[in-house]
Protein backbone atom coordinates (compact mmCIF):
# COMPACT_ATOMS: atom_id res chain seq x y z
CA UNK A 1 0.00 0.00 0.00
CA UNK A 2 2.82 2.15 0.64
CA UNK A 3 4.06 2.52 -3.18
CA UNK A 4 0.48 3.88 -3.82
CA UNK A 5 -0.82 7.22 -3.61
CA UNK A 6 -3.83 8.31 -1.88
CA UNK A 7 -6.19 8.81 -5.36
CA UNK A 8 -4.34 5.05 -6.41
CA UNK A 9 -5.59 3.47 -2.69
CA UNK A 10 -8.68 4.90 -2.90
CA UNK A 11 -9.57 3.40 -6.24
CA UNK A 12 -8.21 0.28 -5.60
CA UNK A 13 -10.26 -0.09 -2.28
CA UNK A 14 -13.75 1.23 -3.41
CA UNK A 15 -13.16 -1.73 -6.43
CA UNK A 16 -12.61 -4.12 -3.71
CA UNK A 17 -15.47 -3.17 -1.99
CA UNK A 18 -17.76 -3.64 -5.26
CA UNK A 19 -16.71 -6.81 -5.57
CA UNK A 20 -17.65 -8.13 -2.10
CA UNK A 21 -21.02 -5.87 -2.31
CA UNK A 22 -22.03 -8.02 -5.29
CA UNK A 23 -22.22 -11.13 -2.93
CA UNK A 24 -22.73 -9.88 0.14
CA UNK A 25 -26.02 -7.87 -0.43
CA UNK A 26 -28.03 -10.74 -0.40
CA UNK A 27 -27.17 -11.14 3.42
CA UNK A 28 -27.16 -7.04 3.91
CA UNK A 29 -31.05 -7.45 2.80
CA UNK A 30 -31.70 -10.24 5.11
CA UNK A 31 -29.76 -8.25 8.12
CA UNK A 32 -31.88 -5.24 7.40
CA UNK A 33 -35.10 -6.70 7.81
CA UNK A 34 -34.26 -8.95 11.02
CA UNK A 35 -33.04 -5.26 12.63
CA UNK A 36 -36.25 -4.26 12.03
CA UNK A 37 -38.72 -7.22 12.82
CA UNK A 38 -40.28 -6.11 16.13
CA UNK A 39 -38.90 -3.09 16.54
CA UNK A 40 -38.88 -1.13 19.90
CA UNK A 41 -41.84 -4.52 20.93
CA UNK A 42 -41.63 -6.07 24.37
CA UNK A 43 -43.06 -9.41 23.18
CA UNK A 44 -41.19 -8.91 19.81
CA UNK A 45 -44.53 -8.61 17.83
CA UNK A 46 -45.65 -10.51 15.46
CA UNK A 47 -42.70 -12.90 13.34
CA UNK A 48 -42.31 -12.46 10.00
CA UNK A 49 -39.63 -13.77 9.33
CA UNK A 50 -37.80 -16.83 11.51
CA UNK A 51 -34.07 -16.62 10.77
CA UNK A 52 -31.68 -15.07 8.17
CA UNK A 53 -32.34 -18.80 5.85
CA UNK A 54 -36.71 -17.99 6.36
CA UNK A 55 -36.01 -13.93 4.92
CA UNK A 56 -33.99 -15.06 2.21
CA UNK A 57 -36.32 -17.85 0.78
CA UNK A 58 -39.44 -15.54 1.41
CA UNK A 59 -38.05 -12.84 -0.15
CA UNK A 60 -36.64 -14.96 -3.18
CA UNK A 61 -40.16 -16.92 -3.63
CA UNK A 62 -41.86 -12.98 -3.29
CA UNK A 63 -39.55 -10.88 -4.80
CA UNK A 64 -37.24 -12.64 -7.12
CA UNK A 65 -33.59 -11.49 -7.43
CA UNK A 66 -34.70 -7.98 -7.26
CA UNK A 67 -36.10 -8.58 -3.96
CA UNK A 68 -32.52 -10.43 -2.61
CA UNK A 69 -30.41 -7.51 -4.62
CA UNK A 70 -32.52 -4.72 -3.69
CA UNK A 71 -30.33 -2.05 -2.79
CA UNK A 72 -27.63 -2.80 -4.83
CA UNK A 73 -27.17 0.41 -6.76
CA UNK A 74 -26.69 2.51 -4.44
CA UNK A 75 -24.80 0.03 -2.59
CA UNK A 76 -22.39 0.33 -5.16
CA UNK A 77 -21.59 3.58 -5.33
CA UNK A 78 -21.42 3.14 -1.29
CA UNK A 79 -18.95 1.22 -1.58
CA UNK A 80 -16.95 3.46 -3.92
CA UNK A 81 -16.91 5.81 -1.28
CA UNK A 82 -16.64 3.87 2.03
CA UNK A 83 -14.03 1.47 0.91
CA UNK A 84 -12.00 3.81 -0.88
CA UNK A 85 -11.41 5.87 1.97
CA UNK A 86 -11.04 3.28 4.45
CA UNK A 87 -8.37 1.83 2.66
CA UNK A 88 -6.95 4.74 0.44
CA UNK A 89 -6.62 6.87 3.24
CA UNK A 90 -6.01 4.57 5.96
CA UNK A 91 -2.12 4.18 5.28
CA UNK A 92 -1.56 7.78 4.81
CA UNK A 93 -3.20 8.51 8.30
CA UNK A 94 -1.87 5.84 9.96
CA UNK A 95 1.95 6.91 8.98
CA UNK A 96 0.84 10.42 9.78
CA UNK A 97 0.08 9.46 13.34
CA UNK A 98 3.25 7.57 13.36
CA UNK A 99 5.28 10.88 12.90
CA UNK A 100 3.20 12.65 14.95
CA UNK A 101 4.46 9.97 18.17
CA UNK A 102 7.58 9.80 17.17
CA UNK A 103 7.31 5.89 15.31
CA UNK A 104 9.00 4.66 12.38
CA UNK A 105 6.38 4.65 9.29
CA UNK A 106 6.34 0.98 9.32
CA UNK A 107 6.11 0.09 12.76
CA UNK A 108 2.34 -1.18 13.43
CA UNK A 109 1.14 0.00 16.82
CA UNK A 110 -2.23 -0.85 18.11
CA UNK A 111 -3.22 2.96 18.87
CA UNK A 112 -1.97 4.26 15.97
CA UNK A 113 -3.71 1.29 13.82
CA UNK A 114 -6.83 1.62 15.12
CA UNK A 115 -7.01 5.68 15.11
CA UNK A 116 -6.11 5.76 11.61
CA UNK A 117 -8.75 3.21 10.63
CA UNK A 118 -11.38 4.87 12.47
CA UNK A 119 -10.48 8.08 10.91
CA UNK A 120 -10.21 6.86 7.13
CA UNK A 121 -13.92 5.09 8.48
CA UNK A 122 -15.66 8.01 9.71
CA UNK A 123 -14.57 9.56 6.78
CA UNK A 124 -15.95 7.61 4.25
CA UNK A 125 -19.05 6.86 6.21
CA UNK A 126 -19.77 10.77 6.07
CA UNK A 127 -18.97 10.93 2.38
CA UNK A 128 -21.42 7.94 1.85
CA UNK A 129 -23.99 8.76 4.20
CA UNK A 130 -26.92 9.66 1.58
CA UNK A 131 -26.60 6.41 -0.18
CA UNK A 132 -26.38 4.26 2.52
CA UNK A 133 -29.62 5.95 3.84
CA UNK A 134 -31.07 5.01 0.42
CA UNK A 135 -29.66 1.64 0.31
CA UNK A 136 -31.17 0.56 4.14
CA UNK A 137 -34.93 2.39 2.93
CA UNK A 138 -35.08 0.39 -0.13
CA UNK A 139 -33.55 -3.04 1.61
CA UNK A 140 -36.83 -2.78 4.02
CA UNK A 141 -39.49 -2.20 1.58
CA UNK A 142 -40.78 -5.25 0.73
CA UNK A 143 -44.21 -4.99 -1.29
CA UNK A 144 -45.31 -8.78 0.09
CA UNK A 145 -43.59 -9.02 3.96
CA UNK A 146 -43.51 -5.36 5.28
CA UNK A 147 -41.12 -4.73 8.48
CA UNK A 148 -40.35 -1.49 9.93
CA UNK A 149 -41.43 1.90 7.70
CA UNK A 150 -42.11 1.37 4.44
CA UNK A 151 -40.76 3.52 1.46
CA UNK A 152 -41.41 2.98 -2.08
CA UNK A 153 -38.44 4.12 -4.59
CA UNK A 154 -38.49 3.08 -8.05
CA UNK A 155 -34.44 3.33 -8.17
CA UNK A 156 -31.35 5.20 -5.99
CA UNK A 157 -32.03 8.40 -7.95
CA UNK A 158 -35.74 8.45 -7.39
CA UNK A 159 -35.00 7.96 -3.64
CA UNK A 160 -32.22 10.58 -3.27
CA UNK A 161 -34.57 13.23 -5.44
CA UNK A 162 -37.67 12.36 -3.18
CA UNK A 163 -35.67 12.80 0.44
CA UNK A 164 -34.80 16.17 -1.27
CA UNK A 165 -38.09 17.15 -1.98
CA UNK A 166 -39.58 15.80 1.26
CA UNK A 167 -37.43 16.72 3.45
CA UNK A 168 -34.92 19.37 2.15
CA UNK A 169 -30.61 18.40 2.13
CA UNK A 170 -30.79 17.81 5.81
CA UNK A 171 -33.00 14.74 5.16
CA UNK A 172 -29.52 13.30 3.41
CA UNK A 173 -27.67 13.80 6.39
CA UNK A 174 -30.26 11.74 8.35
CA UNK A 175 -28.31 8.96 10.71
CA UNK A 176 -25.08 10.51 9.85
CA UNK A 177 -24.38 10.84 13.84
CA UNK A 178 -24.96 6.92 14.17
CA UNK A 179 -22.83 6.24 10.76
CA UNK A 180 -20.30 8.30 12.25
CA UNK A 181 -20.79 5.93 15.56
CA UNK A 182 -20.52 2.75 13.54
CA UNK A 183 -17.66 3.97 11.22
CA UNK A 184 -15.46 4.13 14.20
CA UNK A 185 -15.75 0.97 15.82
CA UNK A 186 -15.91 -0.57 12.34
CA UNK A 187 -13.13 1.05 11.32
CA UNK A 188 -10.87 0.69 14.69
CA UNK A 189 -11.09 -2.98 14.03
CA UNK A 190 -11.40 -4.56 10.99
CA UNK A 191 -8.44 -3.45 9.09
CA UNK A 192 -5.96 -3.39 11.95
CA UNK A 193 -6.51 -6.78 12.95
CA UNK A 194 -6.88 -7.91 9.32
CA UNK A 195 -3.16 -6.73 9.13
CA UNK A 196 -2.45 -7.85 12.52
CA UNK A 197 -3.84 -11.80 11.81
CA UNK A 198 -1.78 -11.24 8.50
CA UNK A 199 1.55 -10.21 10.33
CA UNK A 200 0.82 -13.33 12.90
CA UNK A 201 0.51 -15.62 10.51
CA UNK A 202 3.44 -14.92 8.26
CA UNK A 203 5.70 -14.08 11.39
CA UNK A 204 5.04 -17.51 12.46
CA UNK A 205 5.90 -19.54 9.40
CA UNK A 206 1.62 -20.83 8.79
CA UNK A 207 1.54 -19.16 5.84
CA UNK A 208 3.67 -17.34 2.94
CA UNK A 209 3.39 -13.05 2.74
CA UNK A 210 1.20 -13.33 -0.63
CA UNK A 211 -0.67 -16.82 -0.24
CA UNK A 212 -3.60 -16.82 -0.81
CA UNK A 213 -4.53 -18.18 2.40
CA UNK A 214 -2.67 -15.82 4.45
CA UNK A 215 -5.25 -13.35 2.84
CA UNK A 216 -8.49 -15.65 3.41
CA UNK A 217 -7.64 -16.88 7.26
CA UNK A 218 -6.46 -12.70 7.83
CA UNK A 219 -9.96 -11.80 6.88
CA UNK A 220 -11.69 -14.29 8.13
CA UNK A 221 -10.29 -13.48 11.63
CA UNK A 222 -10.89 -9.64 10.78
CA UNK A 223 -14.96 -10.64 9.60
CA UNK A 224 -15.07 -12.13 13.17
CA UNK A 225 -13.66 -9.43 15.34
CA UNK A 226 -15.90 -6.85 13.03
CA UNK A 227 -19.12 -8.25 13.58
CA UNK A 228 -18.67 -8.66 17.74
CA UNK A 229 -17.48 -5.19 17.98
CA UNK A 230 -19.88 -3.14 15.48
CA UNK A 231 -23.28 -5.28 15.63
CA UNK A 232 -25.12 -2.94 18.58
CA UNK A 233 -23.68 -0.12 16.73
CA UNK A 234 -24.92 -1.46 13.01
CA UNK A 235 -28.63 -2.21 14.92
CA UNK A 236 -28.85 1.28 15.32
CA UNK A 237 -28.04 2.93 12.48
CA UNK A 238 -30.45 0.68 10.30
CA UNK A 239 -33.14 2.07 12.52
CA UNK A 240 -32.13 5.47 12.56
CA UNK A 241 -32.01 5.29 8.79
CA UNK A 242 -35.25 3.67 8.30
CA UNK A 243 -37.37 5.53 11.43
CA UNK A 244 -40.84 6.98 10.36
CA UNK A 245 -40.23 11.12 10.13
CA UNK A 246 -42.80 13.77 10.51
CA UNK A 247 -42.54 17.87 10.24
CA UNK A 248 -41.49 19.21 13.43
CA UNK A 249 -43.19 23.13 14.75
CA UNK A 250 -40.19 24.51 12.89
CA UNK A 251 -40.51 23.28 10.10
CA UNK A 252 -37.77 20.35 10.35
CA UNK A 253 -38.72 16.51 9.41
CA UNK A 254 -37.47 14.76 12.93
CA UNK A 255 -37.44 11.22 13.59
CA UNK A 256 -40.57 10.20 15.33
CA UNK A 257 -38.42 6.97 17.37
CA UNK A 258 -35.05 8.20 18.37
CA UNK A 259 -33.43 11.73 18.86
CA UNK A 260 -29.65 10.60 18.12
CA UNK A 261 -27.92 6.98 17.64
CA UNK A 262 -27.43 6.80 22.32
CA UNK A 263 -31.27 7.13 22.36
CA UNK A 264 -31.95 4.60 19.63
CA UNK A 265 -29.36 2.21 21.90
CA UNK A 266 -30.93 2.67 25.16
CA UNK A 267 -34.94 2.43 23.72
CA UNK A 268 -33.91 -0.79 22.03
CA UNK A 269 -32.05 -1.86 25.17
CA UNK A 270 -35.13 -0.70 27.41
CA UNK A 271 -37.78 -2.63 25.52
CA UNK A 272 -35.92 -5.54 23.82
CA UNK A 273 -33.19 -5.85 25.92
CA UNK A 274 -29.76 -6.86 24.75
CA UNK A 275 -31.18 -9.31 22.15
CA UNK A 276 -32.37 -6.46 20.20
CA UNK A 277 -28.88 -5.01 19.71
CA UNK A 278 -28.01 -8.21 18.37
CA UNK A 279 -30.88 -8.92 16.16
CA UNK A 280 -30.05 -10.11 12.56
CA UNK A 281 -26.31 -10.58 14.30
CA UNK A 282 -26.78 -14.13 12.03
CA UNK A 283 -27.23 -12.69 8.65
CA UNK A 284 -24.52 -9.88 9.49
CA UNK A 285 -21.98 -12.47 10.48
CA UNK A 286 -23.02 -13.87 6.93
CA UNK A 287 -22.69 -11.01 5.41
CA UNK A 288 -19.49 -9.55 7.41
CA UNK A 289 -17.18 -12.61 6.98
CA UNK A 290 -17.73 -12.95 2.94
CA UNK A 291 -17.63 -9.10 2.42
CA UNK A 292 -14.44 -8.49 4.53
CA UNK A 293 -12.83 -11.43 3.21
CA UNK A 294 -13.63 -10.66 -0.56
CA UNK A 295 -12.68 -6.73 0.10
CA UNK A 296 -9.60 -7.16 2.05
CA UNK A 297 -8.63 -10.41 -0.63
CA UNK A 298 -9.42 -8.85 -3.05
CA UNK A 299 -7.66 -5.29 -1.98
CA UNK A 300 -4.52 -7.00 -2.02
CA UNK A 301 -5.12 -8.81 -5.21
CA UNK A 302 -6.30 -5.44 -7.03
CA UNK A 303 -3.06 -3.08 -5.62
CA UNK A 304 -0.65 -6.18 -6.50
CA UNK A 305 -1.53 -6.25 -10.08
CA UNK A 306 -1.98 -2.56 -10.47
CA UNK A 307 1.23 -2.20 -9.44
CA UNK A 308 2.55 -4.66 -11.87
CA UNK A 309 0.57 -2.98 -14.69
CA UNK A 310 2.54 -0.37 -13.79
CA UNK A 311 5.90 -1.69 -13.40
CA UNK A 312 5.28 -2.89 -16.46
CA UNK A 313 4.46 0.23 -18.53
CA UNK A 314 7.06 2.15 -16.47
CA UNK A 315 9.44 -0.03 -17.96
Wanted: charged share 20%; glycine share 10%.
Amino acid sequence: MSKLSTFEGFVCGGLAGCTAVTFSNPAEVAKTRMQLQGELMRDGGKKVYKNVFDVLVKTWRNEGIRGVQRGLGPAYFYQVLLNGSRLGFYEPSRRALNKLLGYSSTQQSTLTSMSAGSISTILGSCLGNPLFLVKTRMQAYSPVLPVGAQRYYRHAFDALTTILREEGAKGLLRGIDAAMFRGAIGGSVQLPSYLWAKQLLVSHGVAGQDSMWTYLMSSSIAGVVLCLAMQPADTTLTRMYNQPTVRGPDGRMVGTLYKNPFDCLWKTFKAEGLYGWYKGSTAHFLRIAPHTIITLTSNDLIIRMYLKLRRHRDD
